[in-house]
């Protein structure tokens, strides 16, 4: 908060400000002091109701609260092990009917806002925040959130078939241990942060995220649907300083769109909204946009 929140001249960037609050008070509130604690209150001391207080398959499982914001499929687990029909049923609203909702707005702002992993890195791994690979091949390399979006899908598949045939019990329980290792253990845990000084803080959401990838399919259609309401816009300002570019943590060309007067969108770029690109540019080129964006953006002619 300290880097970004207040730019060169003293001037203070409200945006970076509340970006960093909504980070810390999201890890702080949702996945500790409600998970850790709160949870247990809200049961001991009935808060949640008589029932579901004495019910054992939601009372004496707290961990299940990390779900009330982690959405599948990054925390599938929601839905996995005889869960209380209640986190069923907020499993399927939260990633089903909130994050689209928010996607629609704010596009992939959950990875900069919210999330747990986005806030690792954008706080430990900010300073290397302009070691994020570059490129198209790096974009290329993109793909790989698809492969771990499939693995989830097929995984929570396999599980919920185990409940009505048993023949899916071997696969579903070897789905699971092979997922829990790979991604959780490896792909979130130790990878990412072990390759921080290396290739910047955004290894995880970037590359293997598979919530990331399902919000980049949501918010890319909204786009192409020209409903979605988030977008970087450039005016023609910009002196190819290459700050934005830079300074990009998902390693977006983001001077190349400037330089086009090409809006950045979901539909031809990954990014999270993070807007640092918005707050380095010392030209002032870049805003988010206002107004649904289209795949190509519009332009607006005007006769005199
Ligand atoms: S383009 Fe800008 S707002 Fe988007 S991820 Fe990169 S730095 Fe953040
Ligand atoms: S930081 Fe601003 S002026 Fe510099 S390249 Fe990016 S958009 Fe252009």
New binding site residues.
Partial sequence: MRRWGWKPGGKRDGFQIWRYVSLISFQWIFFFLIPEFLFRWAVEYQWVGERLAHDPAFAGQAWRAYGLVYAWPLFFYTFFGNPSQVWVVWGLILAFGIIPVLVLFHGKRYCSWICGCGGLAETLGDRWRHLAPKGKTSIRWEFMNSIVLAAAVAVTLLVLARDFFHIFGKPAQAGLEYYHLFADVWLVGILPVTLYPFFGGKVWCRYWCPLAKLMQIFSAAFTRFRVSRFA?DANEKCIACME?TR????G?D?MSYALKQEP?TNAN?S????????AVCPMEVLTFARQAAGPAGLVQITTN
């Fill in positions: 970087i934005c300074n990009c943590q998902v977006i983001v950045i770029s990014c999270i909204g993070c807007g640092i690109c918005v």
